[in-house]
């Protein structure tokens, strides 16, 4: 085969690959396509507030972007259909690439403004890679941990940029694209690798596009609700996309714990309604159904546990802080449960139980099909009816047979044990993890952090929410950041897709045994 060197597109073209690999390649191209269209929104607000120095980091982003996608498009001749793991191994790449590319943004403008007198240490903490990095994860995966000392000294471009980060990753990216294009892989396999199953209308596109259009309904009820309650439009236009997309990136070094009470209350709402799906939204804007906010066992274990969460948080804190910490419990225990990561107080300050009950809120997080992480109600319900379904069958007299009910079907003993079975093994994941994490950071950090800190702060990671005890700062080793971004990467996806990416070069290893 005779190659001109000159020419390194026809080179592309004559490298010989799997038409699964192929497949995977140009959807990979497509998606990278996102922060290059992100980029080029923002060259708008760097105009819009004459920082021009923004506008050479933005434009690398959009050439970034559209360059490696179009070069990984290239192969999309040739590409076959590709299996569910395939389009997992997508998705996980897909996700692992864009905030790398996101990330040019912090380091470009970071440079840009350089090291002088003028230049905030906030600023200046993006000049290292792995702080610009992390940043970027932690926001498209809508997570909010953040290396940003004080927010509120960033650029406006940057402040933008973190908020529309957390906004886009917030609905998913893959969900992004599936409204725009057609992928070559099959788009439902797509839209469940992302972390979703549950379909609106008849076909998976019509699904993204209502999604789409039920979150810009709400992003525009959010930051207009923020406005009336006393925000400012530039600090609702970014806590609104944050907020809605329960990422919890905050333009303030407070978070909203720096506005009025008001605001505070006001932003309880908007962190529920990220908590609840998307069916039930569209349920609620099309046909008007208010019963359909407890139609389903997982937004009935919500609103129970938004309640009785908030009291025992509230008990717990008027014990230990011997105060009736009203609004700064209940607003915590919703950014919790809720996996938004807007706070109110210094957390450090709580106790180790008041931590722990906010451990198991983000561990468990909102409803499936929403905008938020965490293991799911869906999955804490079906966990919760196996238990029960065990002492039942203890209880069952030689001619009873027990009825399986999942939601609200009646399912074979077969079908219900499979789905019993999927739950746990991706808890029982989800757990394991959580355990090495724990090991891996208490070798990170400084001996001033409890145990109760670094389980606190893993979780927030692994859960995508945001909430830290000051354990993620640029201070932290290169190590306790690899692990956090690895758990914010893992956590988005819901583990799997992730580790079917590492466990696929050892697949043939793992045959022998």
């Known amino acids: 085969m005779k190659i001109e060197p000159d020419n390194p597109m026809r080179i592309l073209k004559q490298i010989k690959l ?34 021009y120095y923004a506008i050479l980091p933005f434009g690398l982003t959009i050439l970034a972007s559209v360059s490696l996608g179009q070069l990984l498009y290239r192969f999309r001749k040739g590409a076959a259909p590709a299996r569910s793991r395939h389009a997992m191994i997508t998705v996980a790449l897909s996700w692992g690439i864009i905030p790398i590319i996101g990330a040019i943004p912090f380091m470009a403008i970071a440079a840009s403004l350089g090291d002088g007198m003028d230049t905030s240490a906030t600023v200046s903490v993006f000049h290292q890679p792995w702080n ?18 004080d ?46 199953s549950r379909r609106i209308a008849l076909t998976v596109r019509s699904t993204v596009r209502s999604i789409w259009w039920i ?22 236009l970014n ?4 907020g809605i997309s329960t990422g919890g990136f905050s333009i303030t070094s407070g978070s909203i714990g720096a506005y009025a009470p008001v605001i505070q209350w006001a932003t309880i709402p908007i962190m529920i309604l990220g908590a609840i799906s998307f069916p039930i939204h569209y ?26 969460g908030g009291i025992l948080l509230l008990l717990e804190n008027a014990v230990s802080q011997d105060a009736w910490l009203w609004r700064d419990s209940l607003f915590q225990w919703a950014s919790a449960l809720g996996t938004c ?39 804490f319900v079906a966990l919760l009816q196996a238990i029960a379904w065990k002492f039942q069958r203890l209880m069952l007299t030689p001619h009873q047979i027990l009825r399986y009910r999942l939601g609200n079907q009646v399912v074979s003993e077969t079908e219900a044990n499979r789905h019993i079975e999927s739950v746990a093994v991706l808890a029982f994941l989800w757990l394991l993890l959580l355990i090495l994490g724990i090991f891996g950071l208490l070798s990170q950090v400084s001996p001033i952090y409890t145990l109760s800190d670094v389980l606190f702060e893993a979780t927030s990671a692994l859960s995508s929410v945001g909430l830290s005890t000051g354990i993620t700062h640029p201070d932290l080793t290169w190590g306790g950041k690899l692990v956090l971004i690895l758990f914010m990467w893992m956590g988005r996806l819901e583990i799997m897709p992730v580790l079917l990416l590492f466990i696929l070069p050892w697949r043939s290893l793992l045959r022998r045994f």
């Open 341 to 379: 990561g807007f706070n109110t107080t210094d957390l450090k300050a709580w106790s180790p139980s008041a931590k722990l009950l906010m451990t198991l809120g983000m561990f468990v997080g909102g409803a499936a099909g929403s905008t938020v992480g965490g293991l799911k109600l869906n999955r």
């Open 283 to 308: 349920q609620l804007l099309r046909r008007r159904d208010l019963s359909a906010l407890w139609s389903d066992a997982q937004h009935r274990a919500l609103w129970l546990l938004l309640i009785l």
């Open 215 to 236: 979150y810009l309904v709400y992003t525009v009820f959010s930051i207009t609700l923020l406005k009336i309650a006393g925000m400012p439009w530039w600090d609702a």
């Open 239 to 242: 806590h609104g996309l944050t």
């Open 132 to 149: 610009a990095v992390f940043e970027s994860f932690s926001g498209f995966t809508s997570t909010g941990l953040s290396m940003a000392l």
């Open 18 to 51: 799997a038409p699964q690999a192929r497949t995977i390649m140009r959807d990979m191209g497509l998606f990278l396509h996102v922060p290059g269209l992100m980029a080029l929104i923002s060259l708008f607000i760097s105009l819009g507030w004459g920082e």
């Open 151 to 196: 927010p509120a000294q960033l650029p406006y471009s940057l402040q933008w940029w973190r908020s529309l980060t957390e906004w886009v990753g917030g609905v998913g990216v893959i969900v992004l694209m599936l409204s725009l294009l057609q992928p070559a892989t099959d788009a439902y396999n797509l839209y469940s690798a992302e972390g979703r």
